[in-house]
């Protein structure tokens, strides 16, 4: 296993965020070298200026945290972040599309953020709490057809949601590792034992909020 922090990705994604909070998630990746930060897209040329000469990664988020916005807005939305010096990109799955079973819709959607974002890795987030385990083996297929390089757990915004399950990590992992995605665990992981229970269960990545805490 690899030293913990280099799976955390140090999230500040609420709407009342201030600026001093987030000067303060910068210096703490600084500090504890995380993998990364994951900051909404308004916040990406601050967070790529804070963090020049580390190897720290600034992460964003498209079409947060519904996943309902068109795809050619999720698209333009990319394009910026890219534009704005993003290292990757984390999109919100059209959660309507996979309950409606219009897959190919969930296929052209992931796939224009993917263009749009071009060699950016690009996450895509599936909701579990949302998702049925079928669901969630289905969108992981769909994730894999249309080019993506990670598929996440949760935004970490549904009201009385869990997050990040164990059982739906090993199951994005076994769907996901034979094609070369890799699995994001994020929601409600905030303290070591949950941590390292994501990883065992085959979490590449970690987007938490207490990235000090678990590290410390």
Known sequence: MRELNSYIEHTLLKQDATTEELNKLYKEAREHNFRGVCVNPCYVKQAKEALKDTDVKVITVIGFPLGANKSEVKAFEASVAKADGADEIDMVINVTAIKDKNYDYVVEDIKAVKIAGGDLPLKV?????????????????????????????????????????????????????????????????RNKEAALKMIESGAYSLGTSSGVKIVE
């Open 125 to 189: 987030i599936l909701e579990t709490d949302l998702l049925t385990k079928d669901e969630i083996k289905t969108a992981c297929e769909l994730a894999i057809k249309a080019g993506a390089n990670f598929v996440k757990t949760s935004t970490g915004f549904v009201k009385n949601g869990v997050g990040a399950k164990a059982e739906d990590v090993k199951l994005m992992y076994d769907t996901v590792t034979p094609h070369g995605l890799k699995v994001k665990a994020s929601g409600g992981i």
